[in-house]
């Protein structure tokens, strides 16, 4: 399922826990952002007085943990380095009813954080991402080269591979309920996070909300911690993983018919000769020819099988999901 939830949304009585965060974490990852995070501590008790405020200290080495704690956050350490790997762990230690997770860097309205959580609470969407542009902020706001175009290509493959059209994929500002959290089996080591957080809602059929926010740039002296191309590069390799994982036998079908094809382009002139002629000069050539078509055969063999082993997959994660239902219970909100 896919929504858009505006800035302008009435408020129902379902929304009005979401406007004090109470049942809320808003889990923070943060490697060295001493410039930012005092800030963005404050704004989220100042927006959620009643929501528990998270900030997982990467290895910093400026400070950014003792400056989260003064300010009044909960202030937890994550030794292994990558952001992929602080969600983690944060999904496996905070209890909520709801998660808003938001980067450390100041760029994310705290203000937008009950629009994000509305749709939650109401139990009309599992996760809510927070779009930065639909209404062009972050166009205006960030002046990288190729940020723009990586988003744009990452969205393309996600509608091309998987069918879904997301506003804004790698967005760092998102919120997500319990059971989402709990059973999200979270692979990715650092920024390929937001990526697989995407895409597995998709391939799961989460039910997917998208509200857009205003995006500023990095205050002055806040550096970003996101290589382009490097990063860029790590989210097209998480991406064609979870294409081999999720849909094996569309990738493997793909694979085959490339082989089919460049068998047949070898073998076709092989055959022809041999029907003019009854003789086969070129040996070598159909030996390629028939080699490259059983691989071709082989590739969709193993696609079926893989396709045979995710679908079981799918039922034994479908149950999980239900019996995490059963524990955990439907969100306080949606009573």
């Not at 405020?53 to 910093?60: K, P």
């Not at 762990?89 to 709801?98: G, L, V, Y």
């Not at 500023?216 to 979870?242: A, C, H, N, Q, Y």
């Amino acid at each position: 399922m896919h929504s858009t939830f505006t800035k302008e949304r009435p408020v129902t009585e379902t929304d009005k826990a979401a406007l004090t965060g109470k049942g809320v974490a808003v889990i923070i990852p943060c490697y060295n952002e001493a410039v930012t995070i005092g800030k963005v501590v404050d704004d989220f008790r100042r927006v959620l007085p009643e929501a528990a405020v998270y900030v997982y200290d990467n290895n910093s080495s400026d400070g950014t943990g003792d400056i989260a704690r003064a300010h009044g956050a909960i202030v937890k350490v994550e030794r292994r380095q990558g952001k992929g790997n602080v969600v983690r762990q944060m999904m496996r230690d905070i209890d909520a009813e709801a998660y808003l997770m938001v980067d450390g860097d100041d760029t994310y309205p705290a203000e937008a954080a009950p629009a994000l959580l509305a749709p939650l609470f109401a139990d009309e969407a599992d996760m809510v991402v927070g779009d930065r542009l639909s209404n062009g902020t972050y166009g205006e706001e960030n002046d990288r080269a190729f940020h723009g175009f990586g988003n744009d290509l990452v969205r393309f493959l996600i509608k091309a591979i998987y069918g879904f059209e997301f506003s804004d994929v790698m967005t760092g500002y998102r919120a997500y309920n319990k059971v989402f959290a709990k059973t999200m089996p979270v692979l990715s080591p650092g920024f390929e996070i937001e990526t697989e957080l995407s895409i597995h809602a998709v391939d799961k059929r989460w039910r997917i909300a998208e509200v857009p926010i205003d995006y500023r740039d990095r205050p002055e002296g806040s550096e970003s911690k996101l290589s382009t191309f490097s990063d860029g590069f790590k989210v097209l390799m998480m991406i064609m993983s979870l294409f081999k994982d999720y849909k094996p036998l569309a990738l493997f079908s793909w694979v085959a018919l490339l082989f089919v094809v460049l068998g047949l382009v070898a073998g076709v002139p092989v055959i022809a000769q041999f029907a003019a002629t009854g003789l086969v000069p070129k040996l070598p050539t159909a030996l390629l020819a028939v080699g490259l078509v059983f691989v071709g055969l082989l590739c969709f063999a193993c696609g079926l099988i893989l396709d045979t082993v995710v679908k079981g997959n799918r039922k034994q994660y479908e149950i999980e999901v239900t019996e995490a239902y059963e524990r955990y219970g439907r969100s306080n909100t949606a009573k």
